[in-house]
C-alpha cells in the first residue's frame, strides 16, 4: 500500500485493499476480442473501524466495481483484500460464506435486489437461518425486530415487495443487510434512486443504525451534497483510480485536485445568493478501453502542462491525513487564493485544446484495425 493510502499509527483498520486492479472483457473467439475495459486501476486504500467512508465520482469511475472489489462480490485482477489484516483474496467460497455475515451491501436499486417470488419475512429470515442465528419462532421474532428496527410494521412480513414504495423497499434491503449483524455495510448509492423526500430518511436511518449498532459504513456516491452531512472520509475517483483522499471537511471547504473543485462547483445551491459562476469541465470523459498516458485528468483539465500527458501522477500525501494525485496542485491551490494574479500558463485555452486533440488521436489510432485487441500499446 502507498503511504498515502496508509492509516496513521494506532487507528484500528477493519477493511483495506492494496494495490487493486479489476479489468473486464478481452475475450473472444478466433476471430473476435472484446476490448479491456480498465475499471479499477491500483487502487489502494484502508477503512477504519466505525467511520463512514464516501468513494465519490461521476458515473463510470469505477466507484461501485470498487466497492464490490472490497467485497469480494467481484474477484480483483490484481491486488489484495484485507479483513481485519486477513488477507481474504485469494479464500475458497466455504470460508467467504463465513465472512459475508460481516461484510453486507446495500443496493442501488431496491426493486431489483429484492426476490419478487419471496415475501419480505422470509428475505430477511434467509441470512438469519443462514448463518445460524436463531431457529424456529425466535426467526419470525427476529425479522419482526428488524422491520421495527428500520421503521416498519412486523405485519410487513406477510406482504411481497412489490407491494411497497421505493423508500420501503429500501428499508427492507438495509434489514437484510442487518440481519446477519454485520461489522462492515457497504451503501452503492443507497438513495440514488429514491426520491429527494426519502433520501434524507434513509440518510438519517442508516446514520442511526451506524451509530446504534457500531457499524462502519461504506458508502458510494455521486451526489457530493449527501455525502458532506454523512461522512468522516472522501476518497474522489476518476477513470478507475483515487485522484484525493482526505477528511470531509477539509475536502469541501478547500480542494486540492481539479477534477474535486469541478465537483463541488456542480452542486447545485438552492439560494440565489449563493450561486456562482461555475467552470464547466471541457470535453468528454475518456473511453475506459483506451486511457489516456499520463495524468488521467489531463484531457479535461484547465490547467492542464505537458507535464501531465507524459508522467503520471501519483497519490502522495500533502499533510493534515490528506492525499492528492497531482503534479501542479500547489500552485493551483495558490492561484486560487490569490485570484488577482496573472493566470498559469497552462491554463489558456489553446493548451486544453491542443491536450484534448492529441487525446483524441491517439484513442482514434488505437482504435485503428491494427491495434493490439488486448488493449496494449501496439
Known amino acids: 500500500m502507498s ?3 496508509r492509516a496513521p499509527a494506532g487507528v484500528d483498520i477493519i477493511l483495506e485493499g492494496h494495490s487493486l486492479s479489476k479489468r473486464f472483457g478481452g475475450r473472444g473467439g478466433f ?21 463512514t467512508f464516501a468513494i465519490v465520482g461521476e458515473s463510470g469511475c469505477g466507484k461501485s466495481t470498487l466497492g464490490r472489489l472490497l467485497l469480494r462480490l467481484l ?20 470460508e467467504m460464506r463465513r465472512l459475508r455475515r460481516d461484510l453486507q451491501i446495500i443496493f442501488q436499486d431496491p426493486f431489483a435486489s429484492l426476490n419478487p417470488r419471496m415475501t419480505v419475512g422470509a428475505i430477511i429470515a434467509e441470512p438469519i437461518r443462514l448463518h445460524g442465528l436463531a431457529r424456529g419462532r425466535e426467526v419470525n421474532a427476529r425479522v419482526a425486530e428488524l422491520l421495527r428496527t428500520v421503521g416498519l410494521r412486523p405485519e410487513y412480513a406477510d406482504r411481497y415487495p412489490h407491494e411497497f414504495s421505493g423508500g420501503q423497499r429500501q428499508r427492507i434491503g438495509i434489514a437484510r443487510a442487518l440481519a446477519g449483524e454485520p461489522k462492515l455495510i457497504i451503501g452503492d448509492e443507497p438513495v440514488s434512486a429514491l426520491d429527494v423526500s426519502i433520501q434524507a430518511q434513509v440518510i438519517n436511518l442508516l446514520e442511526d443504525l451506524k451509530g446504534r449498532f457500531g457499524l462502519t459504513l461504506v458508502i458510494v456516491a ?17 477513470l478507475g483510480e483515487i485522484v484525493e483522499l482526505s477528511d470531509v471537511d477539509p475536502l469541501y471547504e478547500k480542494p486540492l485536485h481539479p477534477y474535486t473543485q469541478a465537483l463541488l462547483q456542480a452542486i447545485p445551491s ?12 471541457q470535453g468528454d470523459v475518456p473511453n475506459p478501453t483506451a486511457l489516456p498516458s499520463g495524468c488521467r485528468f489531463h484531457t479535461r483539465c484547465p490547467h492542464a502542462r505537458p507535464r501531465c500527458s507524459e508522467e503520471h501522477p501519483p497519490l502522495e500525501p500533502v499533510g493534515e491525513g ?24 497552462s491554463a489558456t485555452l489553446d493548451m486544453r485544446l491542443e491536450l484534448y486533440r492529441t487525446y483524441q488521436t491517439r484513442k482514434a489510432e488505437q482504435a485503428a484495425p491494427h491495434h493490439n485487441p488486448t488493449g496494449g500499446q501496439p
Not at 472484446?34 to 486501476?41: R, T
Not at 474477484?75 to 466455504?94: F, H, N, V
Not at 458532506?228 to 476518497?235: C, G, I, Q
Request: proline content about 7%.
Open 3 to 5: 503511504e498515502a493510502s
Open 31 to 51: 476471430f473476435e476480442s472484446s476490448p479491456v475495459v480498465h475499471a479499477v486501476n491500483d487502487v489502494s486504500l484502508a477503512i477504519r473501524k466505525g467511520e
Open 75 to 94: 474477484e480483483p485482477s490484481e491486488g489484495e483484500i484485507l479483513y481485519q489484516g486477513q488477507d481474504i483474496t485469494r479464500l475458497g467460497a466455504k
Open 222 to 238: 455521486h451526489d457530493l451534497a449527501v455525502i458532506r452531512h454523512m461522512s468522516d472520509r472522501v476518497a474522489v475517483m476518476y
Open 270 to 281: 438552492p439560494v440565489p445568493q449563493g450561486r456562482t459562476e461555475r467552470q464547466l469541465l
Open 322 to 345: 490528506r492525499s492528492v494525485a497531482c503534479h501542479f496542485w500547489r500552485e493551483i491551490q495558490a492561484a486560487a487564493e490569490h485570484p488577482g494574479d496573472p493566470p498559469l500558463a
